[in-house]
């Protein structure tokens, strides 16, 4: 039996500021959902025939869900099942690409009868989990090459599958498992070079191949002046001198693979849409017109908005994929700024939080997989509004929590349950 | 510390990014007006296509309802600007106080208005119309829009078909899915088939050229969404034969109701006095007028009315009486113009007819003094401990007839009748203090008890069928319409069928069987053998209420009617000639050389001025 004495009240115990921000932030979603399908007429915010309708069932399901992970569940229990879950998550992705339909595309989608599922939600999970299951192990050490590799292969490997399931942009957020890695001690060198990467690969079809090439030497060089100033010896000096020369000569093919990489490997409509965004194309109608529409929704909101319900930009299905990727475009028509301001901060709050209770945790594994929760949080959250606001390519990835989906909502549900679960569990006992 | 700085490095990270976001939405939603621009309708111009709504035909396939092209000016007061009042004026065929008028009051109301877009002028001339969209491109916030408007090419059934009308403040309010002027269902078959007769709202998107006048379609058309015609609604109404009903109800005050005892489709619903098809359309013009109308034409009485049903009450209590086995068909029972039920030697009067009498004639002369007995016998059964048991028992089997409750008809605003319950009779005369005596005014359909013509025409349709019912119904299965299942399933009264055929010769002699004293002989019409019951039913404002129902032919009948006339006397009097000269006209198609006298008689008297 548990010493009743120690065992701490549920008020000190749960965190329940996560809990409150959960709440706010799905309800705030679900009367925008019912905003944005509203030209559909439904006949109330609870019609089934209708997205918002639907969404208060899976917002239900989510509450029993968030419920049973709570309390019900023996927090250790996803610990002991990391590594049989990320396994069978690996399968079911490998399967879906054989078994599913064809949803605008891609192989992502199981069907069961009305039951629709993405084992790709289920993968952030499993990923987290089995991430932080492996990292967590005594001995673990960033720095060893074996440690890394598998720390690597664990996120890279649910990364390809979900890429071969033609979902390139969830693949995506599985990029924000690097601040995890960082976190547990990966050299800052890794975030930097992808973030160079990154801006060589826009500043090349921006521009031109040779601002790039000027870009990469430059890099080099301040590089180089700063790490010759700092170390002495001869040795060290060398090989400061090879890494940058290997490392002109990899941005330089980095840069002239661009090309390739963009016009060989990219699908069209992705290459287009990478176009648009960087404003090589102007395209209103084609690939542009979804952004334009988005961007002419949110900026007629204006500073307080048009009012809830008072949408005309949204309303009349001007903007596709309303009640679930474009779902912002309702906040930003008809709460405006304001209503803008106040769901960036409910997620910026929801992070920093969970970025806060993974520092205090006293456990390896609560920690990692804290962080792992909040990377995922902040990958989809900067992945949608930048969509939605003209700053990213179109990714098709749900806001969490907010955007209709009940896959989405429960697998997120999940995720960020488990670790209040844990962190409960360790704030139970002294 | 190198771990928290990681942290904290990676928080400030945070921070940056989210203050990008934030800046990027600061420019584009405060700093950057061209969004606005756009989305205040510079390039492109987005038109909503009304959907026809669906057409009603009747069960012979006649057009009832059907549309028509009409075209109004629309106008988003928040896109208005530099409007030339005069211009606009004269081009609408109006005058400019009148748009002075109108921008005033967008003006007063603009924040409740906000970026809705109303209706400017209605059913505008198509000439007009023509001229504006040449010149549309002059004021901006205007625009023109076409829709349907409903037209009645055959005049039968206003009541029936009821009216659509612009959705008022309130009903958007419980109805978010409809903007303001749009039209739906106030009432009758527009209302109970709003949801199939409506369709669906679409859009098209329109490009303008740097003139802002030709307009393209935007992407070919790639993002329009076409509207979805309503589905059209069958009735089971015959047109002709409720014409033809109207015709007879003319100057009556009361229903005509008749249905296909087979399937409880509805033939015939009128209500007297009703309103004309010619109004419908522009209802809202006519609407002041027949609302202060002393004779209530917006009242359709046929579900809404409720009256004591008079001696065809007679034919339940019967029924009720052989299945509880207190009356058998043999039995005969005295009456000496009446009934006498207190000892004191009050009477309930009977006309002058032969005596005793048994259940068939008893039927057929409509006997008061017989059913007294038959209720007294119902009431003082030694089966049960009280009268109130009894009178409950009693009760439970008369709503199964259809009474007391509301039928679940199709049809909108029908109402329930009162069948009393005993608690009624405890609060009212203190429990254990009633009797047979007390309430013997149910025996032959009086006193409290109130039925719906729709309800007695069910029963004209129950006797019919021996036994159960269809509940009746005014809309056919077809296309884009499905029905209520419960529309196919038979409801069994708690009388058995083997003891309607025990009542059934007494409604044929009542009208068939002539100078045997039966009271309904007005009605008899050779070859169609008519079964009927005369109801004379006591109205406290004034004149009894003519009542009658039938069905025909006896053996699978085809037509039950009800026909409730108030103040007009004796059933036979009024409401027996127009119930029957209704079946004679759906049975035979036309009315027997015999019967023209009275068919003429009907047709021109006016019982109200």
């Keep these: 039996m548990e010493d009743r004495s120690l065992d701490r009240g549920l008020k000190k115990t749960v965190d329940w500021r996560l809990i409150v921000l959960y709440l706010l932030i799905m309800l705030f979603g679900w009367i925008n959902i019912y905003a944005a399908v509203r030209s559909g007429e439904p006949a109330s915010i609870f019609d089934l025939h209708f997205n918002c309708g639907k969404q208060a069932l899976w917002m239900a399901g989510a509450l029993v869900l968030a419920t049973l992970v709570l309390f019900v569940v023996n927090p250790y229990f996803w610990e002991s099942i990391a590594k049989p879950a990320y396994g069978v998550v690996m399968l079911l992705l490998i399967m879906v690409i054989f078994l599913s339909s064809n949803v605008k595309g891609s192989h992502s989608w199981f069907e069961l009868g009305p039951v629709k599922f993405q084992p790709a939600e289920l993968s952030k999970i499993t990923t987290s989990l089995m991430l932080a299951s492996i990292m967590s192990r005594p001995g673990f050490k960033m720095g060893n090459l074996r440690d890394f590799f598998t720390a690597a292969a664990i996120v890279l490997l649910p990364m390809l599958i979900i890429v071969a399931e033609s979902e390139t942009g969830s693949a995506l957020v599985y990029t924000g498992f690097i601040f995890v890695l960082y976190r547990e001690g990966l050299s800052g060198w890794w975030p930097a070079l992808l973030g160079i990467a990154i801006l060589l690969f826009v500043v090349t079809l921006k521009f031109s191949w040779w601002v790039s090439v000027i870009m990469v030497v430059v890099f080099a060089g301040v590089y180089l002046l700063y790490a010759l100033r700092r170390v002495g010896s001869l040795r060290i000096r060398r090989r400061v001198i090879w890494l940058t020369v290997l490392g002109v000569v990899a941005g330089v093919a980095l840069v002239l693979a661009t090309d390739f990489f963009f016009n060989k490997v990219l699908k069209d409509y992705q290459r287009e849409r990478i176009e648009v965004v960087l404003g090589i194309k102007e395209d209103l109608r084609g690939v542009g017109y979804n952004v334009h529409q988005s961007l002419i929704a949110i900026g007629s909101g204006g500073l307080f908005g048009k009012g809830y319900l008072q949408g005309t930009q949204t309303t009349f299905g001007f903007v596709p994929e309303q009640s679930t990727d474009f779902i912002f475009c309702t906040v930003g028509e008809e709460w405006g700024f304001v209503g803008c301001l106040f769901v960036i901060v409910l997620y910026g709050l929801l992070i920093f939080w969970l970025v806060q209770d993974a520092e205090r945790s006293r456990t390896a594994f609560t920690r990692i997989y804290g962080y792992c929760v909040a990377a995922c949080f902040f990958m989809h959250l900067v992945i949608n509004l930048g969509m939605t606001l003209g700053l990213m390519p179109v990714i098709g990835i749900p806001l969490p929590l907010f955007s209709y989906g009940g896959s989405s909502l429960w697998a997120f549900t999940t995720l960020l349950f488990i670790f209040i679960a844990l962190d409960r569990q360790e704030k139970k006992y002294f | ?609």
């Design chain 2, 1 to 609: 510390m190198e771990r928290n700085n990681r942290s904290t490095k990676m928080m400030i990270g945070l921070g940056v990014v989210l203050l990008v976001l934030l800046g990027r939405l600061f420019y584009v939603q405060i700093i950057n007006e061209s969004y606005k621009t756009d989305a205040d309708n510079n390039s492109m111009t987005r038109e909503i296509i009304y959907p026809p709504r669906g057409v009603i035909y009747d069960r012979n396939g006649l057009l009832l309802v059907g549309n028509r092209i009409s075209y109004d000016i629309m106008v988003t007061p928040r896109q208005v600007s530099d409007l030339d009042t005069l211009a606009l004026a004269s081009i609408l065929d109006t005058t400019a106080d009148f748009i002075r008028d109108r921008m005033a009051y967008y003006k007063k109301f603009r924040t409740r208005i906000g970026w809705q877009t109303l209706t400017f002028l209605k059913q505008i001339d198509a000439n007009v119309y023509m001229r504006f969209a040449e010149e549309e491109f002059r004021f901006p916030g205007f625009k023109g829009q076409v829709r349907t408007m409903r037209e009645y090419p055959f005049n039968a059934g206003g009541n029936l078909l009821g009216y659509t009308s612009e959705v008022s403040p309130e009903y958007l309010a419980e109805h978010p899915e409809y903007r303001a002027g749009d039209f739906y269902g106030r009432t009758g078959l527009e209302a109970a088939r709003e949801k199939e007769l409506r369709g669906k709202k679409g859009w098209h998107i329109y490009q303008r050229d740097s003139r802002g006048r030709t307009k393209n379609a935007y992407r070919d058309g790639e993002f329009d969404v076409e509207a979805e015609p309503g589905s059209d609604v069958v009735a089971t109404i015959d047109a002709r034969l409720q014409q033809y009903g109207q015709r007879l109800m003319n100057g009556k005050k009361g229903s005509l109701v008749a249905i296909e005892p087979s399937t409880g489709e509805i033939l015939t619903m009128v209500s007297s006095p009703g309103i004309d098809v010619s109004v419908l359309a522009e209802f809202g013009k006519h609407y002041e007028e027949l609302s202060r109308d002393k004779n209530k034409p917006l009242y359709n009485r046929a579900v809404s009315a409720s009256y004591p049903p008079g001696s065809v009450f007679k034919l339940v209590n019967g029924l009720v009486g052989l299945e509880e086995g207190v009356l058998q068909p043999w039995m005969q029972y005295p009456c000496n113009m009446g009934y006498v039920y207190t000892s004191s030697g009050r009477k309930l009067g009977c006309h002058a007819h032969r005596s005793p009498l048994n259940l068939e004639d008893a039927v057929m002369m409509s006997c008061n003094g017989y059913f007294c007995y038959v209720f007294k016998n119902l009431l003082e059964n030694p089966k049960y401990a009280n009268t109130e048991e009894a009178y409950n028992h009693w009760r439970e089997m008369v709503m199964s007839f259809g009474f007391g409750r509301p039928l679940g008809s199709d049809f909108p605003s029908e109402l329930s009748g009162n069948v009393p319950s005993s608690d009624y009779y405890n609060r009212y005369y203190r429990k254990g203090r009633w009797r047979f005596q007390t309430i013997i005014s149910l025996s032959i359909g009086q006193g409290e008890i109130l039925t719906t013509p729709l309800q007695i025409a069910n029963l004209a349709a129950i006797m019919a069928n021996r036994g159960y019912y269809y509940i009746p119904h005014v809309v056919k299965a077809s296309e884009g319409v499905e029905i209520d299942p419960k529309y196919y399933e038979k409801q069994y009264t708690m009388v058995d069928p083997s003891h309607f055929p025990k009542v059934i010769p007494g409604m044929w002699k009542a009208v068939n069987a002539i100078g045997e004293g039966g009271t309904a002989n007005v009605g008899h019409v050779p070859g169609l053998d008519i079964c009927g019951k005369t109801g004379t039913a006591q109205n406290p404002h004034g004149k009894d209420n003519s009542v009658f129902i039938c069905f025909a032919p006896m053996d699978n009948p085809k037509i039950a009617v009800a026909a409730y006339i108030e103040n007009a006397g004796f059933g036979a009097s009024w409401a027996c000639p127009i119930a029957t000269l209704l079946v004679e006209r759906y049975l035979n198609g036309e009315i027997s050389a015999g019967r023209q006298d009275l068919e003429r008689r009907v047709l021109n008297t006016k019982l109200i001025r």
